[in-house]
């Protein structure tokens, strides 16, 4: 069984650029989350998406960051404009529900902006 | 707000060693506690897991146990290996499903 896939694995642009990652996780999992992992810290809920529906993006800075998942499977999540502070990982993780206690993490997109 | 707190790293260690990770939390209700491991280059995953007071989760010679009376979930290893070499993060599932991560700790095995 295939994993959770994220696409690119790395990405460096400029400040002021716009970047976007894609995430498609195990299938059967109605329920996807991503995370930013900054260097030395756990991983932090940007938004969770249950079927089609963001259901937690409380911690998502809205003004710069965006994402959907349009049918319920693969999600994109935007940044625009990146700015330097923005260089982490973009961790995309999946699971059956929201009540299921384990979550699969694909391997990431690591982000650096200049 | 929920909150984990773990031991930083790195912890170093020569083969066969005992381990042991401090893992303690603040969290309403009855959280559910899970340890979750990084290897290099490679996504996190699932360690173990308890989901009540006095639960022991085990896994691959890893042990932890939820002490609701310390609020702790320590980790566990009676002789660690070479390829436990890892960052290794404790978590809680808390209220609204949402799962809250400590730093991590970064575990070296030396042979």
């Known amino acids: 069984e295939a994993g959770v896939v994220q696409s690119p694995r790395y990405k460096i642009i400029e400040k002021k650029q716009p970047v976007a990652f894609w995430c498609n996780p195990i299938?059967?999992?109605?329920?996807l989350y991503w995370y930013l992992q900054n260097l030395g810290q756990g991983p932090e809920l940007l938004i969770r998406?249950?079927?089609?529906?963001?259901?937690?993006d409380s911690q998502l800075p809205k003004d710069r960051f965006s994402a959907e998942r349009l049918k319920g499977v693969d999600s994109t999540l935007k940044i625009q404009p990146a700015e330097l502070g923005d260089s982490a990982v973009y961790l995309c993780?999946?699971?059956?529900?929201?009540?299921?206690?384990?979550?699969?993490f694909g391997p990431g997109t690591r982000l650096t902006v200049t | 707000g929920d909150s984990v707190t773990q031991m930083e790293g790195p912890v170093t260690l020569s083969e066969e060693a005992f381990l042991t990770i401090n893992c303690t939390y603040t969290?309403?209700?009855?959280?559910?506690l899970f340890w979750y491991v990084q290897y290099p280059g490679e996504g996190l995953q699932l360690l173990l897991k308890?989901?009540?007071?006095?639960d022991k989760g085990s896994n691959k010679g890893f042990e932890a146990t939820y002490r609701k009376e310390t609020t702790s979930f320590h980790l566990e290893k009676g002789s660690v290996q070479v390829s436990d070499s890892a960052v290794y993060f404790c978590?809680?599932?808390?209220?609204?499903?949402?799962?809250?991560f400590g730093i991590g700790t970064k575990l070296q095995v030396i042979p």
């Open positions: 993780a999946s699971s059956l529900g929201y009540r299921d206690h384990e979550q699969y």
């Open positions: 299938s059967g999992h109605n329920t």
């Open positions: 998406y249950e079927n089609e529906e963001a259901v937690d």
């Open positions: 969290a309403t209700g009855y959280p559910s």
């Open positions: 308890a989901t009540k007071a006095d």
């Open positions: 978590a809680l599932l808390g209220g609204y499903q949402k799962v809250t």
